[in-house]
C-alpha cells in the first residue's frame, strides 16, 4: 500500500522475511477468502497500526526469481491514515518527502512503477530477479480513466 499524505510516503523498514532490510510500502500475502483490497488494508493494520483510507487500486505486479519463487501482487494507493505509524516486530515506518524517495534502499523495480503511482497512471509489470538483482522487466502503463486514453504503451527495463 502507498500512502500518499501531505506531499509525503510512508514506507516502512522491513524486518522480515523476502526483502528484509528494504524499504518499502507496507503490504503482505493475501489470506484465503481475502481480496486483494482486504489483504491490503488488513497489512497496513497489522505493520505499522493504523487503518489506511481512500484506499485505490494503483497497478498491478508480476515478480520471478531464478530460483522457481514467483509472486503476483496488487498496489493499492491511500490518501492517508487513521492513527500514528507505530513500529512491530515485522516493519519500523517512516514517513518521506514526496521529492526524496529513497529509492537506492528498495527493490529496483521501484523506481520504474513508483513514479507511476504517483502520476495516478494504472499500470502492469512483469520483472525477473536473481536474489536482489533485478535482471529486466516490462511495464505496460494502461489507459487513465482520468484522462484521454493514450492506449498501451510498453516499456522494457534492465538492471542498470
Avoid at 21 to 49: M, Y
Avoid at 94 to 118: K, Q
Amino acid at each position: 500500500m502507498m500512502v500518499i499524505q501531505d506531499d509525503r510516503l510512508l514506507l516502512i523498514r522491513k524486518k522480515r522475511g523476502l526483502g528484509a532490510g528494504k524499504f518499502n510500502g507496507p503490504g503482505g500475502r493475501i489470506e484465503p477468502g481475502e481480496s486483494p483490497l482486504q489483504a491490503g488494508i488488513r497489512e497496513v493494520v497489522e505493520e505499522i497500526c493504523v487503518m489506511p483510507h481512500d484506499v485505490r487500486p494503483a497497478g498491478e505486479l508480476r515478480f520471478q526469481f531464478v530460483d522457481g519463487h514467483s509472486i503476483h501482487g496488487f498496489v493499492f494507493t491511500s490518501g492517508g491514515v487513521d492513527g500514528t505509524p507505530r513500529e512491530t516486530p515485522e516493519a519500523a515506518p517512516f514517513w518521506v518527502p514526496l521529492s526524496e524517495i529513497p529509492y537506492h534502499n528498495m527493490w529496483a523495480d521501484d523506481r520504474v512503477w513508483m513514479p507511476l503511482v504517483l502520476a495516478g497512471r494504472p499500470f502492469s509489470g512483469r520483472f525477473l530477479f536473481d536474489g536482489d538483482q533485478m535482471l529486466g522487466g516490462e511495464l505496460d502503463i494502461l489507459p487513465s480513466s482520468r484522462q484521454a486514453p493514450a492506449g498501451l504503451l510498453d516499456l522494457t527495463v534492465f538492471a542498470g
